[in-house]
């Protein structure tokens, strides 16, 4: 909780919703004739509506990008150190909005909410949704809020993807498109990843076939083991090993499974703290929008072909240790985009954080994205 | 199934079982009164008693290395490419010696044996063991067979650090180390994977507090987990990629959550036939084994001195694209041994298979393993 809020933040914020009644055709053959997006919005959007920016969320995001919602918070939004006054997202030139997306459950339409054909919560009856759907959501916020062209689209790991599709998909509704430790689709491994995670949820008892909320429960261990694992892979070796290295909490071996390694007692917490604000229908969704995100894949695999349209300048950023999303699959990307003669800026920050880099106040990528930032024309 | 046994292949083999009458003193504590390790032989001790060679088991492995039970036996044992006649442990040169470790689940006594004390299997009062407490074990099955010093302790993953553990604690015990696949110690990001999977089962509610075999049933969930989650970690990105690649099973998205990716049905495959063969109280201990080791950790962390004294050669094998127990977890343990001055061989396998390639008859590995071996004096 700050006493004082620092001048470099966005201050005091407050969430609104826009309820859409046009349906929208998903990429699944179905269609939702009503829903709600949550959104926040920082700085003012000037007279040309030129300058708004729009952050796109990764798995486990929400629209609270940055602020903080009362002075009492303990924490400001997720993406506070890259979004404020004088920030590489700066306030004081972008209007800057952050929504959470559709199958999400922080406020906007999901499997939590009320099925208005059954007048019971979706669960499991939600459509799964793709990254592309995301993007004519978020397309259709814009619409809302007056912005017929971002000034940057911009997200980091699975908003990273969005951007792309962003740039694929709206050629002409944004100008910069800011990918950072994202990846042009998953691995093998990634995939592998995530469905473990989502055994873990399927198969736990209390998971009911995704009627949880019926039953007055929730998957807990299912989605605390997803989240444990989803930890592994954000951390690098290194990072694992600079914060925990092998310490034992108590200073000898217990001879028992009960927390022993440093890095036990961070797991566990981290997963069932997860457990406390996340749906495990929306985590399953969100795996699933990343598996099925390949925007080659309609142009036979080739990814240059699937840019080639594209008009939108490119900042695309990794990070030495990621090995969720390595420097190499944002190569990728940078290498599909230059085949067509494309903008595109490319750095790869020395980083130790792994994944979770993106996230961080790491100050060469800070300069770097603040630079870039400051120099797009409003 | 064979039809004829291959002139290089063991043939036929018999487990043996030998009953412990001398209370064993664990690391843990406590003292096993009684125990049974099951085992194998292949090839013929000499009459000096110098050849014998002793196999070490990995984490999911067992006594039946090489050989079949019978002529319809769908497969050998576990590491029938590198055991036999002309083969790198040249079952024509070498007595083989290969037992299921201690708190196994392959006829060795472990959790699901009974408890002399109770009457009832041993399930979670089984004590933890370590990789201490199984050198110990084999070197009183030594002491049975007749072998005071063996030729060569040789294991891959886990069973490399036996082998590690053996020259340490038994110096003039054995001439040659050879260790494959393995590290000096768990990283943080081992142990974390370790404890997802343990976390996995001992929350299924099938676990029952590790007394599952009283109630008829077995962790299913929670060890076809953690066994999915071992297999991601075996396995390189390549290799998933070369065997998986991003291929539909049926072709087409299905937008829903049962198997659509090959590498899911894979991993689904794999985890729920190892619950068929596995138990997972003895899963549980394998992988605190693992966490605990540790030689350096008596030497202030200096892995040189805990090697100080040992007097076996080595042989250390490493495979580039294993991210598990990597090449430089290998080059820890032979900078450790060339401080001291000691014998070591190090090859370092250029294989895209990731951990598992310690298995598998790659050309350079089978003639490095092979020559190392044949110039072993008996």
Known sequence: MPDILPPDNVGLVTPQTHKFTTPLALDC????DNYELIYETYGSLNKSHSNAVLICHALSGDHHAAGYYTMQDKKPGWWDTCIGPGKPIDTNRFFVVSLNNLGG?????????????????YGPDFPIITVRDWVKSQARLGDVLGISQWAAVIGGSLGGMQALQWAIDYPNHLRHAVVIAAAPKLSAQNIAFNEVARQAILKDPEFYAGHYYQHDT???????????????TYLSE?????????????????FGFDVEFQ??????????????????????????????????????????????????????????SDWRFSPARSREIVNALLNKRKDVSYAEIKAHEG?????????HYMEIFKTYMQQIVL
């Not at 925990?244 to 200073?251: I, K, M, W, Y």
């Open 218 to 232: 929730v998957p807990r261990q299912g989605l605390m083991l997803a989240r444990m694992l989803g930890h592994i």
């Open 29 to 32: 053959g179905r269609t939702l």
């Open 105 to 121: 459950c922080k406020g906007s339409t999901g499997p939590k909410s009320i099925n208005p054909d059954t007048g019971k919560p």
């Open 263 to 320: 890095v036990e007692s961070y797991l566990r917490y981290q997963g069932s703290s997860f457990v406390e604000r996340f749906d495990a229908n929306t985590y399953l969704l969100m795996t699933k929008a990343l598996d099925y995100f390949d925007p080659a894949s309609e142009h036979d695999g080739n990814l240059s072909e699937a840019l080639a349209k594209v008009l939108a300048k490119f900042l695309v950023i990794s990070f030495t």
């Open 355 to 363: 994944h979770d880099a993106f996230l961080m106040p790491i100050p």
């Open 238 to 254: 290194v990072a694992m090993r600079k914060k925990f290295g092998r310490e034992l909490r108590e200073g000898k071996l217990n």
